[in-house]
């Protein structure tokens, strides 16, 4: 059974960097062929995309987002983060990290119970 699990501060000041780590257990963020993505959802509204790392470490990120967007992982430690620069209250949302089976419909099959960050001075 994969789990997955958001860590970060929870407030965070405009025009700062949101830095969140999702850490991985029962498999590898290295094996086979599963996407790792990060998505969030903004109070009333729906779920957004932010953008994917790939088992093989390849990136893909929102063209919306793609400017202040940063993937990476630590295979060490079975983590991924995001980073996301210069914030501003509209990115007020909980924050989930998931994983992705390509070339199948649903947007996820293993998710984080998610985390709120709210963006406020």
């Known amino acids: 059974q994969v789990q997955l699990q958001e860590s970060g501060p929870g407030l965070v000041k405009p025009s700062q960097t949101l830095s969140l780590t999702c850490t991985v257990s029962?498999?590898?963020?290295?094996?086979?062929?599963?996407?790792w993505k990060w998505i969030r959802q903004p109070p009333g509204k729906g779920l957004e995309w932010i953008g994917s790392i790939t088992a093989s470490g390849n990136t893909y990120y929102s063209p919306s987002l793609k400017s202040r967007t940063s993937i990476s992982r630590d295979t060490s430690k079975n983590q991924f983060t995001l980073q996301l620069n210069s914030v501003t209250p509209e990115d007020t949302a909980v924050y989930y990290c998931?994983?992705?089976?390509?070339?199948?419909?649903?947007?996820?099959?293993?998710r984080g119970q998610g985390t709120q960050v709210t963006v406020s001075s």
């Open positions: 998931a994983r992705k089976t390509p070339g199948t419909t649903v947007e996820y099959d293993y």
């Open positions: 029962g498999g590898s963020i290295t094996s086979n062929y599963y996407y």
